[in-house]
Nanobody, 124 residues
Framework: QVQVVESGGGLVQAGGSLRLSCTTS????????MGWFRQAPGKEREGVSC????????YYADSVKGRFTISRDNAKNTLYLQMNNLKVEDTAMYYC?????????????????WGQGTQVTVSS
């Protein structure tokens, strides 16, 4: 049984930082590109960042470039998202996903497995 579990969300003031983590079990972690997606109330889910299976290439949405950093530790089956200089508009549920396809301009495509999400709330 595949499990994808996010952690690290919370409430932070604008300008602050959070580090999200995502651990997996039941799948071969380094067989997958891994990504972060988010969905704010009333909005569609969007891809935030993606990293290839070896960690050699990354994708960031324009809205987070220069502020967020994605990384992975294949030995620990863990994905990270370091979020700095958070803005109110970053408030959303953040989801981790394992994907079979990576596109340099689009990020993780056709995610296969999803976590339940972790809430990030940024106050002004």
């Amino acid at each position: 049984q595949v499990q994808v579990v996010e952690s690290g969300g919370g409430l932070v003031q604008a300008g602050g930082s959070l580090r999200l983590s995502c651990t997996t079990s039941g799948l071969t972690f380094d067989d997958y590109h891994m990504g972060w997606f988010r969905q704010a109330p009333g909005k569609e889910r969007e891809g935030v960042s993606c990293i290839t299976w070896r960690g050699t290439s990354t994708y960031y949405a324009d809205s987070v470039k220069g502020r967020f950093t994605i990384s992975r530790d294949n030995a620990k089956n863990t994905l990270y998202l370091q979020m700095n200089n958070l803005k109110v508009e970053d408030t959303a549920m953040y989801y981790c996903a394992a994907a079979r396809s990576f596109h340099f301009s689009l990020g993780c495509e056709q995610p296969t497995y999803w976590g339940q999400g972790t809430q990030v709330t940024v106050s002004s």
